[in-house]
């Protein structure tokens, strides 16, 4: 079985059976009355893969390039092994065994599974249906992601308390020296906008002044331009959809 680990309790060998092997019993689990481990450790084999394509290393260089003894050979294993097992060691974490992670549900780990074999199926075989299917699969996993979100955010400013960190977070960038005080916006009789639709105005205004309009125009440009779209618009489009990569899901 792939990517299983079984724990062995012991090994038992079975002599009341006739056979010409000699037949074994696995235990598998913890031992009786001991509790299972509060935390466990995890690997980071991305990592652990690309700590492992540096060559330029300690271990590594102090290897002889030409190896000629018995010596050399079992001082190049052991010099592998140790690497091997420290970059290993530097890639793992111990976490708590118990996931407080939220789980997700049938429905969703179903609707997963099928966004992925989808995208499979249209990188292998590019046809319009797949990847008019893929993509379909593909819009409903982003809603789902973005109804979760929105949910978490709901339950977090529901829960939230003054003594959150959050606000402290907050008080420490506004008094941060990078912070720049913005001047109050007046109004064109000088007097300072007070309601938002009055600063809306006074924004507006410095726009405007900011840009003014262009004198020049240029009417076989336009003219040109309005076709050109014109002719665009009329033609139907080959996909409804637009083209969606398998490096962006």
Sequence with gaps: MRRVALNVRC???LQSLNSHHRPLLLRVGPPDGE???KNKIITSWRNVSLLLEETDTRILNNIPVNIETTDEINYVIGALTNHIATVVENSSKEVPATDSRQKLSKDVRV??????????????YPTCENSSCARGL???VKAWIQEFKN????IFMEEITPRHQSYWKLAKALKSDGHLPTSALRKPDNSFAVEEREKAECVADRVEQQCPNNSIHDTALSHRIEVEVRMKISLEPKDDLAPVSVDKI
């Design 138 to 140: 593909q819009r409903k």
């Design 151 to 154: 949910d978490k955010w709901s």
């Design 111 to 124: 609707l997963l599974r099928a966004k992925n074999a989808a995208m499979r199926r249209a990188n292998a």
């Design 11 to 13: 090994i038992e060998t």
């Design 35 to 37: 509790q299972p481990p």
